[in-house]
């Protein structure tokens, strides 16, 4: 069993930056691939990046490709999501996951454990 919490959503205005942390607890951190998806309101959810166990491989959904980086650090448990350049469409609750599938994946199906989520919202 992983527990996920997420943290540093906030308010921010177009342009601006944030940093999202998911700190993990459980079984071990370094066993599972992770991911942050987003659901904005009125939108199904969706892929936003994913890493590896070991980082060394990422992926981001091309909505955000250039602007947002993942990263993990396997002695803190914590994976992160640091996102510059908001526009008003990266409002959403943003969660992160952690799947069994070591390697990165953009399928919902394939993360096991979820986080409850931290708002984001971008003004114009």
């Known amino acids: 069993q992983v527990q996920l919490v997420e943290s540093g959503g906030g308010l921010v205005q177009a342009g601006g930056s944030l940093r999202l942390s998911c700190a993990a607890s459980?079984?071990?951190?370094?066993?599972?691939?992770m991911g942050w998806f987003r659901q904005a309101p009125g939108k199904e959810r969706e892929f936003v990046a994913a890493?590896?166990?070991?980082?060394?491989?990422?992926y981001y959904a091309d909505s955000v490709k250039g602007r947002f980086t993942i990263s993990r650090d396997n002695a803190k448990n914590t994976v992160y999501l640091q996102m510059n350049s908001l526009k008003p469409e990266d409002t959403a609750v943003y969660y992160c996951?952690?799947?069994?599938?070591?390697?990165?994946?953009?399928?919902?199906?394939?993360?096991?454990?979820w986080g409850q989520g931290t708002q984001v919202t971008v003004s114009s």
């Open positions: 890493i590896s166990w070991s980082g060394g491989s990422t």
């Open positions: 459980g079984r071990t951190f370094s066993s599972y691939a």
């Open positions: 996951a952690a799947s069994i599938i070591l390697v990165v994946t953009t399928r919902e199906s394939e993360y096991d454990y």
